[in-house]
């Protein structure tokens, strides 16, 4: 029997028109796990803010400290290398077909021993895809709907939102919790590191560090207590090393600095932020061959298989530019891009701390994370959006514990950078004062 | 408590290392979805027997008509429009972070006018992606592991392996069958086209035309027939045209030529074979705005938030490509490529034909499929890969009603597609008879 009935295609994100038509159903039920999510992907929906900013101011000039896209040209020995490697598929002798699904043999080498150097991961540990958004999804297939989650509060919202997606969770529960998380709470009272003795054992845990919103990086010792905690409890840590470029100070740039790491580690990593591929897609994911199962069998057998059935592999034009990312003057060009975004994050930082707010990051991240006691982040966004034209991302997004931050990313030119900390100066000039916040957020926040 | 066993690490794909050693298990209990799985996927398992013939006979030419991988140049309007974008990412004006996950606004347009001309698809109903397995993964995510499925069998063996991972089937049960699949047999007799009375509703019919591996393109009135019993059993058909540029007679190259197909079908496909885009990476996937689940609700809204939770976007630079390949220019250059696909899928035909061989497919394909009444697939590949050094792949890896079948690709040099052909003709000459292949084949063939 066909259901008829009207809907509102209501998309989430950019280029879906909003249109009422009758649609005739199938018959085939919706996934449950989908009715589960509670909101459209975080990015997307911030998109959706800004289009609407955008309609309602159309002369204003946006600032998008948002989601974090890196701005800055690639350098020219990298796009070069692409560009070469196009060129050659026009040729019989530079032509090339399918390549392996785990990636291009000399990029995979090069990798385990630049990234990796004396950590003791072989190429063949190695597995190059298109980004560590997508691996992180191919993760979750790769374990499935039994397993158990935690995640830092706050953290990049993939995590929590494939697993809701793969059934690892039940039901949104409240505060922006999904009921089946364990959610290992990381706030300024315990400098951002989750207070490990606090957290229910999980097959899973998902650590990102340099954190993403927080910034916050772990340092060695208390890598040395997650990686116990696991060993202790039996869990797979899977780290999300996308930030490791950023760090300033001694702080491990990947798991693998920390002994014992490879029987219950998994590093998901991504030349997007390091050398600018958001857009070009770029990453990829080590599984120690020591890693396995409770019944002893090797987790990278299976992810090879998952990679082989569900991918096809990276792009070999990218994979291409991924070798000269990782060549000497690679390394060396890239780095002056990432030392010109940790500029604009001392900028903003600084900028901020000087009006008087709670400013955590940017040392190790090119992320800001601002709190304003007794606020909801979403007001402030968009309160900070409707007087400044500045979009950010309420730090709520991020888990329950974001709850009254936003985070302010570093990735953009120079002058506007320079230019929303003028705007961020005006704007809070115009508060009488910060401490108001807690006192009289009614009054003054936009309301949702 | 840690389980400690000795753990043979065996990859079932290239580039694993097979070691002994000692291997700490976890606590995480393996995904039973990822334990069903009775082999390696198709591709891979050849691979690796490839490998051991290579070893076997260093010096031997191998001729791989195994894996459909593409073999002649790109035609150069597309690798230097691939070239300039990539060029542009290091000036100022050039560069791109982020796209949009659904992919390039322009491309998505460009796809629904050229490749739907006619067929009322908007460009907000496309999706660019990396390719149409990758979609496939995607798609059974979004489905999730409650919904049955359906498949044309022999097909292409992603389908039912990212089924088997999502949780949608029962065991293994018997001659390369899952318990919980619908299999929708496709041989001689049938003419390739399923019996559609006889099958079992299901929520999903994965349908792949021109088929992969038989070669048949289903003519209109057939799949007007496919989609009425979708209409009636209120299924959803995922309609696989990876090959529909080589479509040669007036079969349908998109199921939304059928009218009344968008309430019930998902189109999947890729530029991979009709541009070489194999190692490229580039694919689309179609979900109509009419289509919806049992409750009304939009599929595309959900898709939608697949593709910006678990995918990031094609690589901006290979999206470059696409739009130069959907030009008049590229389409132009392309149909010069293809047709010399073509015309060795004719040549490999003719040939194995005149040995007085059963040829199928090949019109409306790059991928003949001949039958060798009485023999095992797997022994009659083992056979020719040892007496012939070509690659082939047999047709039981496809479905169960592959066996005695194998699949040859005409992705090759012409050069390669004729020494191929000298071969098979001087391997069957010492063949007394094709018949006996029916008569005797425990005396001719190897054995696994």
């Not at 955008?54 to 796009?79: H, R, S, V």
């Not at 991918?311 to 070798?323: M, Y």
Request: net charge negative; charged share 20%.
């Amino acid at each position: 029997m066909m259901i008829t009935s009207l809907i509102q295609v209501n998309g989430a994100s950019s280029g879906i028109r909003r249109s009422a038509q009758v649609v005739c159903g199938t018959k085939v039920a919706r996934n449950p796990n989908m009715e589960k999510l509670k909101n459209g992907y975080l990015f997307p929906e911030i998109w959706q803010k800004q289009l609407a900013h955008m309609k309602k101011y159309p002369d204003a000039q946006i600032i998008n400290l948002g989601i974090g896209d890196t701005t800055e040209p690639i350098p020219k020995i990298i796009t070069s290398a692409m560009a070469e490697y196009s060129l050659g598929l026009s040729t019989v002798e530079g032509y090339k077909g399918y390549g392996a699904e785990q990636g291009n043999e000399e990029l995979r080498k090069v990798i385990a021993e630049t990234i990796y150097k004396d950590m003791g991961i072989q190429d063949t540990e190695v597995f190059v895809s298109d980004g560590a958004q997508c691996d992180i999804a191919r993760l979750q297939l790769l374990f499935g709907s039994n397993v158990t989650i935690a995640v830092q509060d706050p953290t990049f919202p993939a995590y929590v939102d494939s697993g809701i997606i793969l059934g690892q969770t039940g039901e949104y529960a409240d505060y922006g919790r999904y009921n089946g998380i364990e959610y290992m709470r990381c706030a300024p009272e315990n400098h951002f590191f989750p207070i490990l003795s606090n957290i229910k054992p999980t097959d899973i845990i998902f650590f990102c560090s340099p954190n993403n919103p927080t910034g916050h990086a772990a340092s060695r010792d208390q890598l040395v207590k997650l990686v116990e905690i696991a060993k202790r409890n039996g869990s797979i840590i899977v780290f999300d090393s996308a930030y490791a470029a950023y760090v300033s100070d001694d702080s491990p740039r990947s798991i693998y600095e920390i002994p014992g790491s490879k029987e219950v580690a998994i590093e998901v990593s991504s030349f997007s932020k390091s050398a600018g591929f958001t857009g070009v897609r770029l990453g990829w994911t080590v599984i120690p061959e020591e890693l396995a199962y409770s019944n002893g069998s090797p987790i990278l057998k299976d992810f090879d298989r998952i990679i082989t059935t569900c991918f096809n592999g990276a792009s070999n034009i990218v994979q291409a530019g991924g070798l000269a990312c990782l060549s000497k003057e690679g390394q060396k060009d890239l780095h002056g891009v990432i030392s010109f975004y940790k500029e604009n994050a001392n900028i903003l930082a600084e900028t901020l701390s000087s009006i008087g707010l709670q400013v955590y990051g940017g040392l190790n991240s090119p992320y800001i994370w601002v709190h304003f006691p007794g606020t909801k982040s979403w007001n402030m966004f968009a309160e900070i959006l409707e007087r400044t034209h500045i979009i950010t991302v309420p730090g709520s997004g991020f888990g329950p514990s974001g709850e009254s931050f936003l985070r302010i990313s570093a990735f953009n030119h120079r002058e506007l950078i320079l230019e929303a900390c003028r705007r961020f100066r005006r704007f809070f000039r115009t508060v009488p004062s910060i401490s108001s916040y807690s006192l009289n957020q009614t009054d003054f926040f936009l309301h949702q």
